[in-house]
């Protein structure tokens, strides 16, 4: 399984689409066996959940998301964890534990980035 958390450094961001990397957790047996960043490619609609789909990605975990990208993951049968905060590894860590659970936080307002989730 492989685990994205849109990320600010190693810290989860609060919008998908925004971020700054994604940390990439390899796991396997419920635990994390490796990771890696990799710098957002770019924020254009539509771009990066199938980006994430090509690398494999199995779930995203983000404080927030926009609904095109929800639904396009959706479509690629990649989980959508949203409302997660904190420390990136610690979510991909709750999320294989079984207690990270998706609040649905949808972001409307791209140019209102740093409100989604409140």
Known sequence: MKIAVA????????HFGH????????????????SKSIANPGHKPGFLPNY?????INV???????????????????KVITGASGDAEAAAEKFLQGKLKSTGTVCHEHQHSDECGH
């Open 7 to 14: 990320s600010e450094g190693k810290k989860v961001t609060q």
């Open 19 to 34: 971020c700054e990397n994604f940390m990439i957790y390899d796991c396997e047996g419920g635990r994390i066996i490796r």
């Open 52 to 56: 994430l789909n090509d690398l494999g």
């Open 60 to 78: 995203i975990i983000s404080g927030g998301m926009g609904g095109g990208a929800m639904d396009i993951f959706n479509d690629k049968k990649i």
